[in-house]
């Protein structure tokens, strides 16, 4: 199950850097993390400081 990022984002990038396979980007309002390339590692849930990052 895929990591989404919920909209207590702070749009810091913390989970961006983070991200081993590049799953996440800026979206228009928060980042958003690509299902499709999101290995479900977790680092980024890891790294947000707003805990804006869940299991889908």
């Not at 228009?28 to 499709?36: E, L, M, N, R, T």
Request: with cysteine.
């Amino acid at each position: 199950m895929a990591y989404v990022i919920t909209d207590e984002c702070l749009s810091c990038g913390a989970c961006a850097a983070d991200c081993p396979v590049g799953a996440i980007s800026e979206g228009d309002d928060k980042f958003v993390i690509d299902a499709d390339t999101c290995i479900e590692c977790g680092a980024c849930a890891g790294t947000c400081p707003a805990g804006a990052i869940v299991e889908a």
